[in-house]
């Protein structure tokens, strides 16, 4: 088994460490800065092999890719968006079954998430196989005394595996920051949660409201989602997405663990809440006992941040 992560600007996508940590500690990276990337695995990995390229390319990548790991039975990407556009590419040229959304994997069997994480099926799988791997479904844990060496992939551009069709790429025309109130959440650096204690949709709206002019994604709890007071695609938790945000600011948010389990680990935590023992305020760095709704509704009036603007 082995991971294949793609980089650019020398970072590690969303899941990369995790990646591979479930190959138990084999990788390939491939893309823009790996060396610098490399370095981010100390701990983690044993074996770093780079194909260092000048830009993104998963479609011109595969036939080449393909070559590389075509002794390997198992293949790791992480689910990340650049996983996800490679990963079919590589299962087609390799004509391999591609298992995405995988919260573990073994030699023969591998644990899909479906239904949105409410649902794990599990495949048994006879031969080799690509996966993708959720972000955030293993974490990892480092060994300050497992070392590694980075060895430059030899190319052979002869060996490239044939495709049915020439390889088209999109061509890049600029990169454009994300914005906070629709990128993924499990990307979201800063992400302002709210909880049953805010009491109605208006005051969710208003929250919403705050986080875009503060440049924060706004999620939220299962309770909430279900209500429809945000959509479900904003709910923070193991039944929801697993986020990894440094800063989590948490309104009305008592903090079951379904919910926590899925903060991963912020760097900074504050919560808002009026049961000053509830879990959510024991984990915080900073603990505000008071009304949620008050508290949102004197932020939105200061910051010109309510419903309408």
Avoid: K
Avoid at 254 to 275: F, K, M, T
């Amino acid at each position: 088994m082995i991971a294949l992560v793609p980089v650019r600007a020398g970072e590690l996508p969303l899941g990369g460490d995790e990646a591979v940590a479930e190959a138990g500690g084999r990788v390939l990276l491939v893309g823009v800065g790996t060396e610098a990337a490399a370095a981010q695995l100390t701990g983690i990995a044993h074996t770093v092999l780079v194909w260092e390229r000048d830009s993104y390319a998963p479609a011109a990548w595969a036939g080449t890719l393909a070559a590389v790991v075509a002794d390997e039975d198992i293949v790791v990407l992480p689910a990340s968006p650049d996983g996800r556009d490679l990963a079919p590419r590589l299962a087609h040229v390799l004509d391999r079954p591609l298992l995405a959304g995988a919260v573990a994997i073994e030699a023969g069997q591998v644990d899909l998430a479906r239904q949105g994480g409410l649902v794990t099926e599990s495949v048994v799988v006879d031969g080799p196989y690509i996966a993708t791997l959720q972000p955030g479904v293993r974490g990892v844990e480092r060994d300050p005394t497992r070392s590694f060496t980075v060895e430059p992939v030899e190319v052979d551009p002869g060996s490239a595996a044939p495709v049915v069709a020439a390889p088209i790429d999109p061509v890049l025309v600029d990169v454009l920051a994300p914005d906070p109130a629709t990128m993924d959440l499990s990307e979201a650096g800063r992400i302002i949660g709210g909880g049953a204690g805010l009491g109605s949709a208006e005051v969710t709206a208003e929250l919403a409201g705050i986080a875009d002019a503060l440049g924060c994604s706004i999620g939220g709890t299962r309770v909430i989602t279900d209500w429809g007071w945000l959509p479900f695609e904003r709910q923070i938790g193991t039944t929801g997405v697993i986020v990894h945000p440094e800063l989590y600011l948490a309104f009305g948010v008592s903090g079951a663990v379904q919910h926590v389990a899925g903060l991963g680990d912020p760097e900074h935590v504050i919560a808002v809440n009026l049961d000053a023992s509830c879990p959510m305020m024991a984990i915080a760095d900073l603990a505000l006992v008071t009304d949620a709704p008050a508290l949102v509704a004197e932020l939105a009036a200061r910051m010109g941040a309510g419903t309408d603007g």
